[in-house]
């Protein structure tokens, strides 16, 4: 498996177990080295429950390979300190307590790097300490002395060092982590109907005309499915028939056909020029675009007949179709790494390097677990050694043990099972388990939605149920994803299914996109309110801090996400309270209960609070009443001001 991972502006957790024989105090730092190899000194300090366990905390911003080790030390002030404490108090060995604690100040004051400063005042105490071996109270002031305390916090004494083997942690650019995702079909935007019936399809010249209005909502990620050409052969209808009439596009991911297969374009689509032109459109708007690299084929690919052996031949003579039992693809043939492993490494790497040559850095990676997990960790692995700005998103939506399997083998991203936990208990479970259980290797997008799941709690939740999918992941997680229509409240779903009806998968949507929104009819301006408050606050950049609060009702969802003016960019610290009402059929009323010290509060203190989205201000303490209305406005995302 590769090396632990980060990303630029990530605030990286370093934990270790240490301890040593007998009672006397240990220390424990990391020496860390940036890719440039600057040193740096970070001291851990006890986590205290009982298990040895030490953590400090560092923002990594350089991308590249880090290297870092743990260094244990006994500390031998801290030892002194605590046992002179005890002894003196109870008036025993208070001669030796002293003369060791003035043996320990002059040995201090003796090391030719330390402070002149310090070194002054440590002498100052060393003789002070000697005077007062038959004076117990003076020696107890001495020991007491917080001054004293912070020169050996400032700059241990240490003996019986020792160091840890060196590590490795890459840190990844910014967007490998966090970034805002906007999923739409360019055949969709500009297409036309004529007066007969028939459809002329979006190209990558009209679909660049949505750019702008995708990065002013805040998205910094545009998602294109599959936008080679597509294959005729079982070609799809409409919501999934199995006969498709003519002028019927068929499913993008049904790939490969007479215009040749994953390397190319679909005709209706435009050029490789074109497409190159819309990546240029899309930086010149502040967005990425992200390519679906969906490793199988139409029976018309031209792997289908370069290399049967990449298929699985059934006794029959015939090729085996894509199945997710019951659903099956009679569109898609699956392919097979057995026969040919080294032949289909080399052609999948080569279908990625052109599309990086292209302009693309991301890929979204449709069904990443049906594939062995080898080639995905040597895949990346190749990749990144010539393009390290490469990023992967793994649509792993598959059993916990695979999907983690694949963000450790190297996926930077993945989907997660936000889609379907929408009751307070279910997402307490999954935003604590995501936070603080699996982020050292994997990050979550959270997907509000994708042209394949339409979850019932959207079906059946109203305009409500959309803003509160969306508020929680623009909140709970760095990265999270739109499919287009969410906005314009797309919830009826073909009967039977959790996907939409009249799906875009299969053939085209008209969407007035401009009309909707200057008629109110449209979340884009919550959309928008949403990723302006993601890009002001920072402590909702950073995946490891949030933590689940308490309310008295059990459709009110509350978390923290709080982070300190040492870890952040700005110098300042900055803490978001997210009150959910995660039933949109309802008013809540309820008191929620806050661990205020998470932010620097003491509690029962009061201090000013604002709701980002409506403006209004409060004062709160640590047991606040709310009421959140479903119908108007389901959720509170309060920032905690004026703290330091």
């Given at each position: 498996m590769l090396r632990p991972k980060a990303f630029s502006g990530e605030v990286?957790?370093?934990?270790?177990?240490?301890?040593?024989?007998?009672?006397?105090?240990?220390?424990?730092?990391?020496?860390?080295?940036?890719?440039?190899g600057d040193p740096s000194l970070h001291r851990l300090h006890p986590l205290l429950d009982g298990f040895d366990h030490w953590l400090t905390e560092v923002a990594l911003t350089a991308e590249g390979d880090w290297t870092f080790r743990f260094e244990?030390?006994?500390?031998?002030?801290?030892?002194?300190?605590?046992?002179?404490?005890?002894?003196?108090?109870?008036?025993?060995?208070?001669?030796v307590m002293a003369l060791q604690g003035a043996e320990l100040c002059a040995r201090a004051a003796a090391e030719p790097d330390r402070p002149a400063r310090?070194?002054?005042?440590?002498?100052?105490?060393?003789?002070a300490l000697r005077t007062a071996t038959d004076?117990?109270?003076?020696?107890?002031?001495?020991?007491?002395?917080?001054?004293?305390?912070s020169v050996f916090r400032e700059r241990p004494l240490m003996s019986l060092a020792t160091a840890g083997e060196e590590l490795a942690l890459r840190v990844e650019r910014e967007r490998a982590g966090v970034g805002a995702w906007y999923e739409f079909f360019p055949r969709s935007e500009g297409a036309r109907r004529s007066a007969d019936g028939s459809v002329r399809s979006g190209t990558f010249r009209t679909a660049s005309r949505r750019l702008p209005a995708v990065a002013d909502m805040g998205f910094q990620v545009v998602y294109l499915p599959p936008i080679h050409p597509i294959g005729l052969t079982n070609r799809k209808g409409p919501n999934n028939t199995l006969t498709a009439s003519p002028g019927d596009p068929g499913s993008p991911w049904a790939i490969g056909g007479a215009a040749g297969g994953h390397d190319a374009i679909h005709p209706d689509l435009g050029s490789p020029a074109d497409f190159r032109a819309f990546v240029k459109t899309a930086r010149q708007n502040g967005l990425e675009i992200a390519l679906d690299l969906a490793l199988q084929a139409s029976p018309d690919h031209p792997w289908v007949t370069a290399h049967p052996e990449w298929f699985t031949t059934l006794p029959d003579g015939s090729i085996a179709f894509a199945e997710n039992p019951p659903k099956k693809y009679q569109d898609i043939y699956p392919i097979n790494f057995d026969n040919?492993?080294?032949?289909?490494?080399?052609?999948?790497?080569?279908?990625?390097?052109?599309?990086?040559a292209q302009g693309v850095r991301i890929f979204r990676v449709d069904n990443p677990h049906t594939k062995p997990l080898w080639f995905w960790e040597w895949l990346i692995r190749t990749v990144t050694v010539d393009d390290p700005d490469v990023v992967f998103l793994a649509e792993a939506f598959t059993r916990p043990a695979p999907l983690q399997a694949l963000a450790r083998a190297g996926f930077q991203q993945s989907y997660s099972y936000f889609t379907w936990r929408n009751t307070k208990a279910e997402l307490e479970e999954f935003f604590t388990s995501i936070a603080h259980e699996t982020a050292d290797f994997l990050r979550p997008n959270l997907f509000v939605n994708t042209p394949d799941i339409l979850t019932e709690y959207l079906q059946f939740g109203g305009r409500a149920a959309y803003r509160i999918r969306a508020a929680l992941a623009a909140t709970a997680a760095p990265l999270y994803g739109v499919y287009a229509g969410y906005e314009l409240y797309e919830n009826v779903a073909r009967s039977g299914s959790e996907e939409n009806i009249d799906n875009e998968k299969y053939e085209y949507k008209f969407r007035d996109w401009a009309a909707a929104e200057a008629s109110g009819d449209s979340l884009a301006p919550y959309l928008r309110r949403l990723n302006e408050i993601r890009a002001a606050h920072p402590a909702l950049r950073q995946l490891r801090n949030?933590?689940?609060?308490?309310?008295?009702?059990?459709a009110v969802l509350v978390y923290v996400k709080h982070l300190p003016a040492a870890l952040s960019s700005s110098g300042a610290s900055d803490t978001i309270v997210v009150v959910a009402n995660v039933d949109p059929h309802s008013v809540r009323q309820t008191t929620i209960h806050l661990d205020t010290s998470l932010f620097g509060v003491p509690p029962g203190?009061?201090?000013?609070?604002?709701?980002?989205?409506?403006?209004?201000?409060?004062?709160?303490?640590?047991?606040?009443?709310?009421?959140?209305?479903?119908?108007?406005?389901?959720?509170?995302?309060?920032?905690?001001?004026?703290?330091?």
């Amino acid at each position: 498996m590769l090396r632990p991972k980060a990303f630029s502006g990530e605030v990286v957790p370093f934990r270790v177990t240490a301890f040593r024989e007998g009672h006397d105090s240990i220390g424990v730092q990391l020496r860390l080295f940036s890719p440039s190899g600057d040193p740096s000194l970070h001291r851990l300090h006890p986590l205290l429950d009982g298990f040895d366990h030490w953590l400090t905390e560092v923002a990594l911003t350089a991308e590249g390979d880090w290297t870092f080790r743990f260094e244990a030390y006994a500390d031998d002030f801290a030892t002194w300190r605590h046992a002179a404490e005890v002894k003196i108090e109870a008036d025993v060995d208070v001669a030796v307590m002293a003369l060791q604690g003035a043996e320990l100040c002059a040995r201090a004051a003796a090391e030719p790097d330390r402070p002149a400063r310090q070194r002054t005042a440590l002498r100052s105490w060393s003789t002070a300490l000697r005077t007062a071996t038959d004076d117990a109270q003076a020696a107890l002031r001495i020991v007491h002395d917080d001054e004293l305390a912070s020169v050996f916090r400032e700059r241990p004494l240490m003996s019986l060092a020792t160091a840890g083997e060196e590590l490795a942690l890459r840190v990844e650019r910014e967007r490998a982590g966090v970034g805002a995702w906007y999923e739409f079909f360019p055949r969709s935007e500009g297409a036309r109907r004529s007066a007969d019936g028939s459809v002329r399809s979006g190209t990558f010249r009209t679909a660049s005309r949505r750019l702008p209005a995708v990065a002013d909502m805040g998205f910094q990620v545009v998602y294109l499915p599959p936008i080679h050409p597509i294959g005729l052969t079982n070609r799809k209808g409409p919501n999934n028939t199995l006969t498709a009439s003519p002028g019927d596009p068929g499913s993008p991911w049904a790939i490969g056909g007479a215009a040749g297969g994953h390397d190319a374009i679909h005709p209706d689509l435009g050029s490789p020029a074109d497409f190159r032109a819309f990546v240029k459109t899309a930086r010149q708007n502040g967005l990425e675009i992200a390519l679906d690299l969906a490793l199988q084929a139409s029976p018309d690919h031209p792997w289908v007949t370069a290399h049967p052996e990449w298929f699985t031949t059934l006794p029959d003579g015939s090729i085996a179709f894509a199945e997710n039992p019951p659903k099956k693809y009679q569109d898609i043939y699956p392919i097979n790494f057995d026969n040919d492993p080294e032949g289909l490494c080399a052609e999948v790497l080569r279908i990625v390097r052109h599309w990086i040559a292209q302009g693309v850095r991301i890929f979204r990676v449709d069904n990443p677990h049906t594939k062995p997990l080898w080639f995905w960790e040597w895949l990346i692995r190749t990749v990144t050694v010539d393009d390290p700005d490469v990023v992967f998103l793994a649509e792993a939506f598959t059993r916990p043990a695979p999907l983690q399997a694949l963000a450790r083998a190297g996926f930077q991203q993945s989907y997660s099972y936000f889609t379907w936990r929408n009751t307070k208990a279910e997402l307490e479970e999954f935003f604590t388990s995501i936070a603080h259980e699996t982020a050292d290797f994997l990050r979550p997008n959270l997907f509000v939605n994708t042209p394949d799941i339409l979850t019932e709690y959207l079906q059946f939740g109203g305009r409500a149920a959309y803003r509160i999918r969306a508020a929680l992941a623009a909140t709970a997680a760095p990265l999270y994803g739109v499919y287009a229509g969410y906005e314009l409240y797309e919830n009826v779903a073909r009967s039977g299914s959790e996907e939409n009806i009249d799906n875009e998968k299969y053939e085209y949507k008209f969407r007035d996109w401009a009309a909707a929104e200057a008629s109110g009819d449209s979340l884009a301006p919550y959309l928008r309110r949403l990723n302006e408050i993601r890009a002001a606050h920072p402590a909702l950049r950073q995946l490891r801090n949030l933590t689940v609060q308490h309310s008295d009702d059990d459709a009110v969802l509350v978390y923290v996400k709080h982070l300190p003016a040492a870890l952040s960019s700005s110098g300042a610290s900055d803490t978001i309270v997210v009150v959910a009402n995660v039933d949109p059929h309802s008013v809540r009323q309820t008191t929620i209960h806050l661990d205020t010290s998470l932010f620097g509060v003491p509690p029962g203190d009061e201090y000013p609070v604002q709701d980002l989205i409506t403006g209004a201000e409060w004062t709160w303490a640590d047991h606040n009443y709310v009421r959140l209305d479903a119908f108007t406005e389901p959720v509170h995302i309060v920032h905690v001001k004026g703290r330091s």
